[in-house]
């Protein structure tokens, strides 16, 4: 699923790409992605001829505000959006740009959005677990699921003392807490891996039990994981692509993530994994050791 360094890189990207376009026309490849409204018809003639007013990231969803409306975009597990210009042969879409069309993870697309300048947004889905919502402007923070979201690491309320009165307390593993979208935003299994590496804290140990400066080595782990994450653009070791059909580069310097049996880059010991609530985590056998 992209976390939030692959979507910050995507809206980034849009912010410069599509901010000014009008949406002309949308093809619904896969109908069953449209969540909001159901009725395609109701979706179409409320963006239709519409302006992008901007781009914004909220935790993993993206935010294109068009008019006064606002098209939610969750990519979920194996999802991500390209930008390019598509011709439909046959029953298929073809892009006209080589490096998407080289690159096989980019031909599952399930929903196009068309702009003025004849180029398109392309939601590209192989699950079809990714979905799109119409909210008006005014009404998008107050959505149910959006209501329950915690911090973002880049706002400016996600402080030390936020980030340590909402662990402080809990009865599960920090790695389980680093996943919880309640208290932190955007952070999946990927950057929860390499955050805990950074701060040398094993995976399972309970967030009750972290140390005041272990919490404190967290909190600016994710910080600083998260900025390189950006810089590198992003994580494709699966399915994703940024908006111009490229992997991004963190793969190249991931620390422990997808790295089981290797030695840590650290101190030379093995890399080891461990079963946390169904998801796989790695860590290194003696920087994280459970004290």
Sequence with gaps: MPELPEVETQVRDLKKEIKGLTIKDIIPIYKKVLKKPKNFKLFKNSILNKKVLDIERLGKNILIHAGDKVILIHQKIAGHILYSKWIKKGNNYISEDKI??????????????????????????????????????????????????????????????????????????????????????????????????????????????LSLNEIKEIFKAIKQVLREGIKKRGESFSDWRDIFGKKGNYDKYKKVFKREGLSCKRCKSAILKTKISGRTSRFCSNCQKYD
């Excluded at 392309?122 to 959006?146: N, V």
């Excluded at 979201?149 to 662990?167: A, M, R, V």
Aim: aromatic fraction near 12%; hydrophobic fraction near 35%.
């Design 100 to 209: 998407i069309k080289k690159d096989p993870k980019n031909r599952f697309l399930i929903y196009l959005f068309v702009f003025n300048n004849g180029k398109m947004l392309g939601l590209c889905d192989p699950r079809k677990f990714s979905k799109i919502e119409l909210w008006s402007r005014k009404d998008i923070k107050k959505i149910k699921e959006i209501k329950k979201l915690g911090e973002d690491p880049f706002s400016k309320n996600f402080t030390f003392n936020y980030f340590y009165g909402k662990i402080k307390n809990k009865n599960k593993s920090i790695k389980s807490v680093l996943l919880d979208q309640s208290i932190v935003l955007g952070i999946g299994n990927i950057y929860s891996d390499e955050i805990l590496w950074q701060a040398k804290v094993h995976p399972t140990k309970k967030a009750k039990e």
